[in-house]
């Protein structure tokens, strides 16, 4: 039976007798095929990567192997180079994805986070409200969420990205670009944001608590993948699940092994947490229903890269499913 064509009914009883099989498979003494989970510095990514580290992803049946990339935007190329099936992402890099390659538009499986406040815009010191960006330099990295904050950003004081000189820059240069000078401002986040703030020579100007429901990062799959590991993919939500409640009973454990691959303190990295809010699996059935908020929040998004010549017409919405979250409940 091909998963794409399982019944709402057939769904979980599949996915108990797959997920049986790959107990009784480990219990024979064979390793499952390494899955590549591609992480990136953001606190919000972290989690797969300690489950691999706790040893979580093995009591499920996987063999996570987390690979480091310097900014998402090496993860957009490394999915369109078909490098990787699954990817830890915002829901602007996934409309991008579904742009530039329709046919593997991956799937939306799982909800990271929403970011309240993690997502900013610094500016230097001399800069004191957002209305004084007009004509200044500001570091951006098209692929990820920083034309599109900035864009929400600026309108709410009148302005238009074309009002501004966007700088296309990796992420990790920004912080360094914000000291010299050679850019007024940088739309990051932490660790990012982190480094920029530890010299005191900027301030955040705004930041995504203004900008509720509309900042998220997600599990994106490609759709082949989805058709022959369903299985797999029931499994990884249920490692990312566990991880969260092992980082609950162990927080410092888990704190000190996120922050060090970050290589941020405990404390940096337990305040830039407190701009993410997480969402059990229970909460997860709402936010990835039909019509729900990450719909909701793909086809605005969508509308916004448009507007701003980031899309062009014609480019497909990810399609999203409640279904493995359900399976892994």
């Known amino acids: 039976m091909h998963w794409r ?28 095929a390494p899955l590549s989970v591609p992480i990136s ?18 009591d ?23 490098s990787i099936s699954v990817a830890q992402l915002t829901t602007v890099e996934v409309v ?50 920083g034309p599109y904050v900035l864009s929400r950003a600026l309108d709410s004081v009148g302005l238009q990205l074309h009002d501004v000189t966007l700088r296309n820059m990796p992420l990790s240069t920004m912080p360094d670009a914000l000291r010299t000078g ?9 660790p990012f944001s982190d480094y920029a703030a530890r010299d005191g020579q900027s301030h955040v100007l705004f930041d995504s608590r203004s900008l509720p429901g509309e900042v998220f990062d997600v599990l994106a799959v490609d759709p082949a993948y989805l058709r022959d590991h369903a299985d797999q ?9 566990q991880a969260h409640r092992q980082a609950k009973r162990e927080p410092q454990r888990a704190l000190a092994l996120m922050a060090r691959r970050e290589q941020v303190s405990v404390q940096e990295f337990r305040e830039s947490e407190q701009g993410l809010v997480y969402f059990d699996l229970n909460q997860q059935r709402d936010l990835l229903k039909p019509g729900g908020v990450i719909s909701r929040n793909l086809a605005r998004v969508l509308a916004v890269q448009r507007q701003l010549g980031l899309t062009p017409p014609g480019a497909p919405l990810p399609v999203v499913s409640s279904r493995y979250v359900e399976a892994a409940s």
């Open 60 to 82: 499920y049946g996987l063999e996570i192997q987390p690979i480091q990339y310097p900014d998402p935007q090496v993860i957009v190329h490394a999915y369109l180079q078909g």
């Open 182 to 190: 050679q850019v007024q401002a940088a739309v990051f986040f932490p």
């Open 96 to 145: 991008d994805l579904c742009a530039r390659d329709p046919r593997r538009c991956p799937e939306v499986v799982l909800v990271l986070n929403e970011s309240r406040g993690g997502d900013r815009i610094a500016a230097a010191r001399s800069i004191a409200s957002l209305d004084q960006l007009r004509g200044k330099d500001v570091a951006v990295t098209y692929s990820t969420l």
């Open 41 to 58: 510095n953001w606190p919000g990514y972290e989690y797969f990567y300690l489950a691999s580290k706790l040893g979580i992803d093995q």
């Open 5 to 32: 064509h399982l019944t709402a009914e057939s769904f979980p009883l599949a996915v108990c007798s797959a997920l049986c099989s790959a107990l009784l498979l480990g219990a024979c003494g064979r390793k499952p």
């Open 233 to 241: 993919v029931v499994q990884l939500v249920s490692v990312w699940a």
